[in-house]
């Protein structure tokens, strides 16, 4: 069994903690929190070994009449893997806790690229995290945008990407977040940071990405260009994003028109948290013009990375390879509509 312990139970750690939990080759460890806060009273009734992530707050604990197992450094310790899911930045404050442990460490979109060995995305780049210690799961989006891209330039090759990313303001947690009333380009100059980050997985693809926020909180959508190489019929590339196990193609009959109708149907299947942990591509918008490939997708910021952060463990310790811990990772946490 891999031991993997999550420092950071927020958004991304508590539905990364539920998918370690689920998987038949993997024990949790236990989570760390900072505050004894609804999540860690979430982490409790799972039945989660709760550590305190900065041991001066541990009274806090006691007082909210919640049972801590210990400090952080203990869980970083037994642990095989340390999945650190804190907001944008303490995961670098935090690498010298893993190296003091020797325990490799998973970070999260939030950190820049040049905190780690490599940075990964299961579809486009597994084998290269093998054997590493610091290995970095891309954001929400830069995820959603090489499940898509890996496969188009293996088989028809990727002469240039062009995407704007419509941006989700906040998840529906982050009630500080905006803008409530307006459209901002974010940002106003090119490129949008997407590119370059596809560019820490496929190194030499040519993507420009133009960014846009707008006052929503359920996903992003992308509109997408691709000019290919060899031109196939929008029917060859259907067929090709199909098979990808994390492309959901959106049926035409299924009326969804948005990311709302995308939620109700994840709550309609019964999806923990309403996550919807595959891209959702529309069937119907998937076109060809000459050699671009057009179409639309959805992201469910909150969820897509999950898997990622799931395959990324098997990943560093060399424990499956990408197909073996591909399909692991998909049936335990039943993926595919
Ligand atoms: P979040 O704020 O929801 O969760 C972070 C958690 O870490 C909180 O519970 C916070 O209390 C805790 N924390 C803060 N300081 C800590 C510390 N020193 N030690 C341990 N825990 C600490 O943030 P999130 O949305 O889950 O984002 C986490 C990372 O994932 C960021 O790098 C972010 O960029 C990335 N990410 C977020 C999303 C998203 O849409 N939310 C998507 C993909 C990637």
Redesign the pocket.
Known sequence: MIRVGI???????KRVADAVAAQPDMELVGV????PNF?AETAVSKGYPLYA??EDRLPLFEEAGIDVAGGVEELVEASDVIVD????G??AENKALYEEYDTPALY????DADLVDVSFNARGNYQEAEGADHVRVV??NTTGLSRLLAPLQEEYGVQKARVTLVRRGG?PGQTGRGPINDILPNPVTLPSHHGPDVNTIFPSLSIDTLGIKVPATLMHTHSVNVQLEEVPTAEEVRDLLGAESRLFLVPEKYAIDGAGKLKEFAMDHGRPRADIWENCIWDESISMEGDDLYLFQAIH??SD?VPENVDAVRAVLGAADRDESMARTDEAMGIGF
């Open positions: 420092n950071g139970y927020g958004t991304i750690g760390a929190k900072t505050r999540e992530a900065i899911a804190c907001p944008s303490i995961g999260q979109g939030g950190e954001s929400c998840d910021q909150e990375v």
